[in-house]
């Protein structure tokens, strides 16, 4: 695959990220097993092989299992360390049953106090087997956040060797503003959902000064800050979860969701035999066209969709190509 050079921070990836949400298995507390062991295995050898080069985490992922697994790969591919880019996220607390310490109980929650921001990062290098992490990303935004406490705790980890670069997922202009506020490097990563599916982040600028209800979007300027202070966008979720491609639609999808995802996955195909790729390839390269640019992270573990999204990064989408697959999945034509 081809290299990308980060704006901010001098760093060099692919375009594609691995996500690594899968790769553990199960969401609770049942044991890494052989058959998990060795799909995860395969999915990283496909990712590795097609060259990507960045590869997410995040703490809570299969609740801690998925970093775990992917330390243990790493012990079993001696240097590969040291030619791949490794990011994970912290802040999201899972919740937990009353005890002494929660006499209530606890849902889930958002922590950004320093405390719990080291002690993610200990845990993150400790189950990934390294001793240094290249990015961490903040989650979710924490609506008790005390900036403060994050510059602190950046701080440490920058000035102890545990993490070389900071970043966010899901944060508006403003929330990433208000850190940047506070600590010494700049954040240089934003990861947000973007696909066809769910498009707002990419198009929301159309609607601007618009007065009909359907033109009209949350205001989000997230996009433009990232363009303007060198953050890098990466995109979460970008095949959609597979509906675009030949995943059957949800039974509690409405009507009007699965039409319009019929259409969009028809022209999705066309598209591809057009252009000689896969289905996978155009819906990625509809978020690679945009100039900002964005990174798609792609989570699945299927070696074969894994070659198919590889693809993207020999496609070109012109205008009028990007613009119609805009007015298909969302089901109105342009203000």
């Keep these: 695959m081809k290299q990308y050079q ?3 921070g001098g760093m060099q990836t692919t375009r594609l990220i691995y996500g690594c949400m899968k790769i553990g298995g199960s969401w609770d507390e049942t044991p890494i097993t052989d058959d998990v062991r060795r799909k995860a295995f395969a999915a990283l050898d496909a ?3 097609a060259g990507i080069t960045i590869f997410d985490h995040a703490d809570i992922y299969c609740r801690g299992k998925s970093e775990t697994v992917f330390g243990e790969y790493l012990r079993e591919h001696p240097g590969l360390r040291d030619r791949i880019v490794l990011q994970s996220k912290c802040g999201i607390r899972f919740p937990q049953e009353p005890s002494d310490a929660y006499p209530y109980g606890a849902p889930v929650r958002y922590d950004y106090s320093c405390d719990h921001i080291l002690w993610s990062v200990d ?5 990934l087997g390294v001793d240094t992490l290249d990015i961490l990303l903040l989650h979710r935004p924490d609506s008790l956040v005390e900036p403060e406490e994050v510059a602190r705790a950046f701080d440490r980890l920058k000035s102890e060797g545990k993490v070389g670069a900071f970043g966010v997922s899901n944060h ?3 929330q990433m503003a208000l850190l940047d506020s506070v600590i010494d490097d700049p954040l240089i990563a934003n990861q947000m959902q973007i696909s066809l599916m769910h498009p707002d982040m990419l198009v929301y600028g159309t609607a ?6 359907e033109h009209v979007m949350r205001p989000a300027d997230s996009l433009e800050y990232c363009r303007q202070h060198g953050v890098q966008l990466q995109a979460w ?3 959609a979860k597979g509906y675009l491609t030949g995943r059957e639609f949800p039974e509690n999808w409405s009507d009007d969701q699965k039409s319009r995802a019929t259409k969009v996955s028809r022209l999705v195909e066309r598209m591809a035999s057009d252009h000689g790729v896969s289905r996978e390839a155009i819906v990625l390269g509809w978020i690679l066209r945009h100039p900002a640019p964005v990174l798609p992270v792609i989570g699945t573990t299927d070696k ?3 070659a198919a999204a590889v693809a993207a990064d020999t496609v070109q989408l012109s205008r009028e190509e990007w613009y119609l697959l805009v007015e298909v999945a969302r089901g109105m034509s342009m203000p």
Excluded: E, F, K, T
């Design 6 to 8: 980060w704006p901010n």
């Design 208 to 213: 601007v000064n618009q007065r009909r209800p």
């Design 237 to 239: 979720s970008p095949l």
């Design 172 to 174: 508006s202009a403003a």
């Design 47 to 49: 990712a590795v092989d």
């Design 123 to 127: 845990g993150i290098l400790s189950r």
């Design 304 to 306: 074969d969709r894994i």
